[in-house]
């Protein structure tokens, strides 16, 4: 229980110091990188309450994928440093106040949990009751069952995403020269070699 | 639970269609270019070929754990949407090719679009609702900006994905109050919590109106329609056609079965926002398109009344009403695939040419064309005894049996106004002086496309009790 309490400790002080590094730190590559340390402790404190299936999700779709993205954009676009951070202290009070209605807003809702019926803990004790499984056994179960039909039209409304960005963005370019690699095991010696004879002195 | 073989064989349609798509598509990939000409042709073929897989044998119930519904109404507003759909595919390929744009894409990017809407007006749950609207949306917002090299195309891509996407937003938002209050997003257990009084909940209420907001911007109704014109204009002409038919269709069925199903416990709630939406729309359509120029802009502005019409006879929420949106919309497909297939044969040395002032004088100079395009534009403004006017006759009396009297009479009084600016189109056509004669399309599509709509609007003109009695038996499906 003390190592879960110290690895707890440990896990969110890194994320909450590492998100403050997003916004406080000067170059924008750092910042990203901030970000994907955020995530993993994040990912490890979802493993502490038992939620693997989000912990390797948030690892792998914001890891993985928006976070470089995010490097991506970062190193290809030409940003400014000096001019986004001219507004900081005039949109300081605002950013403020939003801070301190969301953490009153945490507040309240930790507070009317325990008031109410269903705390986590009976929720989680229910559900593992019900369950006897792993939530990631649990999801699966009823991804491939009875939420089959969904999953597989997500699938297709991602080919639909993938052919409408290779559509509306591919162009075949005049003068590129790309590899073939069926061209290139083709070659034969023939082709690829002459033998010169090359007279003393005389240079080809 | 196993997903039964009974799913499978309920869904048959929707797993061809998308098991044939996919197959064109890797052909697609493998032959490159050249393929175009014949994904496009099979592409229409396997839709006309999904159509037909409705009926034979129809079979209905409910499917993949209850969130596939088939029943009457699903299955005659597939069949109107598949039709549509194979239509403006085989439109489209002298468009695409003269603005080299003719890509294998294009018919392949149109069936997952329709896969989309088949999903969606087979929906029976929110979830499924919402993942059969986002396939189709996604794959529309991509044809509208089709014509990539076109800035008025991609312009309006953008701004139909973009506001799209906040009508999405509003959509799940409302989608997730219904949940919250109900307790499940089946359509079952949503009407079953709302017989058990969850009706009076304020939470069920805001989640109904975002959740109709969302419906609205799809299916175009008055305050949602503003990405209307601009879309319909920008977008390459056949994807216009398609536009104007198949998603409305599909949309308008799914608020039909949203409303009309699990909804019905709030009838008195939902039936104001409707009937507002409805008299907005109509009143828009008829006026703000007065003054339009460019015919495609006009008839953005036509589809938007013709959704208020649609709209009153959902308002009604009776059987009759219901009859009467499906053979509505029946007529509206034929005369708008008509008009629109006349449109795409407007060119001038070679040139695509949009302005109503550029058919005058089409009356000397094409006399078939003129006399198609009259028809289409007197059907569409209901004078009698042409199919529109049957179509519109049918919704008003719904509306005045469910005692809506005013929003009649308002819809009466738009339709007049309407009828200016269609006659405006013949008046051009029969009386202007022309100043450059259009090119005489040579016999292909287009004009076939426009033949057989002729012949149906004519066909439903003088007999409209076979078509009535279609519309009747997919009623039937809502009231079992």
Known sequence: ?204 | MVVGLESWTLARPELFLAAATLLLLIYGVVRGEVATPFVSVATSIVLLATAVLLFAPYREGTAFASLFIVDRLTTTMKALVLVGAAVAVLMSRAYFEQVKAWRFEYPLLVALATLGMMLMISANDLMALYVGLELQSLALYVIAAFQRDSLRSTEAGVKYFVLGSVASGMLLFGASLIYGFCGGTAFVQISRALLDGKAAEFGVIVGLVFVVAGLAFKVSAVPFHMWTPDVYEGAPTPVTALFAVAPKIAAISLMVSVLMGPFKPLFLQWQQIIVAASVLSMALGAFAALRQQNIKRLMAYSSIGNVGYVLLGLASGSEKGIQAIVFYLAIYLAMTLGVFATILMMKRRGTMVENVSDLAGLAKSQPMMAFAMLLFMFSMAGIPPLAGFWGKLYIFIAAVEAKLFIPAVLGVLASVVASYYYLRIVKVMYFDEETETLDRTPFGVNRAVAFAAAVLVTVFSLAPQPLSLIAAAAAKGLFP
């Open chain 1, 1 to 204: 229980m003390l190592l879960q309490a110290l690895a707890f400790y440990v896990f969110a002080a890194v994320t909450v110091a590492s998100g403050a590094m997003v916004v406080v730190s000067r170059n924008p590559v750092y910042s990203v990188l901030f970000l994907i340390l955020a995530f993993f402790n994040a990912a490890a404190l979802f493993l502490l309450i038992g939620a693997e299936f989000i912990a390797m999700i948030l690892v792998i779709v914001y890891v993985g994928a928006v976070a470089v993205l995010f490097l991506f954009v970062v190193m290809m676009l030409d940003i400014n440093l000096v001019e986004l951070r001219e507004g900081f202290l005039k949109y300081l009070p605002v950013g403020a106040m939003i801070g301190v209605v969301l953490l009153a807003e945490i507040l309240l809702g930790l507070g009317v949990l325990g008031t109410g019926s269903a705390t986590i803990a009976a929720l989680n004790k229910q559900g593992a009751q019900v369950l006897a499984v792993d939530n990631t056994r649990a999801i699966g179960r009823v991804l491939y069952t009875q939420y089959f039909y969904l999953f597989q039209v997500a699938g297709i409304v991602l080919l639909v995403a993938m052919i409408g960005a290779i559509v509306l963005t591919l162009r075949t370019r005049p003068g590129v020269r790309r590899q073939k690699v069926g061209d290139q095991i083709n070659r034969t010696k023939e082709q690829a070699m002459t033998v010169v004879k090359v007279p003393t002195r005389g240079g080809v």
